[in-house]
């Protein structure tokens, strides 16, 4: 028979050990844990249009809520890219028990080599250090027309075509696209 006090140890060791993953995790693949709000979710969602049979890129997908909820609750299919591989196989365990696991696919790599050029919906909540890469990376992979969304950080060289809260709303410029206004570079003073 195991000790009450032994197993409460072990219990408080492995939440110790998880929450110190959770810390370095951000540290070794670069991104910190910060969950996305169920408001945020519905507001990306709204804003881009997410209906039944769309496929909806999520970079950075942590623990896969945001690709739970767009499976669910639009019966989207979602794709995520997510380096940590704990992170990864956590969230095909949740969308497997979530009864979304038709919908749900997480590849494992950098968010930066994702391959864009198909891509039509995509939504991010990222680290503010990366949002000038990840700018390019969309102007230059993504087709004109395509709808990104972001929670809380902005685009520096782009303005939101609409925001609802700290969620943000990019329509890829094209050549004809004038929905999306980039922002003038800053002009030194004489």
């Given at each position: 028979m195991?000790?009450?006090q032994l197993v409460a140890a072990a219990f408080l060791y492995a939440l110790a050990a998880f929450m110190v993953y959770l810390f370095l995790s951000g540290l070794i693949w670069g991104a910190g844990y910060s969950p996305t709000s169920r408001r945020q979710l519905e507001a990306a969602a709204s804003l881009l249009q997410l209906k039944e049979g769309d496929t909806v890129y999520d970079l950075g997908s942590g623990f896969g809520r945001a690709l739970i909820f767009f499976a669910k609750e639009r019966r989207a299919s979602a794709i995520g890219f997510e380096i940590d591989p704990l992170r990864r196989l956590?969230?095909?365990?949740?969308?497997?028990?979530q009864g979304v696991s038709s919908h749900v696919t997480?590849?494992?790599g950098n968010l930066l080599k994702a391959d864009l050029k198909n891509a039509s919906k995509v939504?991010?909540?990222?680290?503010?250090?990366?949002?000038?890469?990840l700018q390019e990376?969309?102007?230059?992979?993504m087709p004109?027309?395509?709808?990104?969304?972001?929670?809380?950080h902005l685009f520096p060289d782009w303005k939101?075509?609409?925001s609802v809260?700290?969620?943000h709303l990019y329509v890829v410029p094209g050549a004809a696209d004038s929905r999306i206004r980039i922002l003038e570079p800053s002009r030194k003073l004489a």
């Open positions: 195991v000790a009450p956590i969230t095909l365990w949740n969308s497997k028990r997480v590849l494992r939504f991010f909540f990222l680290s503010p250090l990366i949002m000038r890469r990376k969309v102007a230059g992979e004109p027309g395509a709808l990104v969304v972001s929670v809380e939101p075509v609409e809260g700290d969620v």
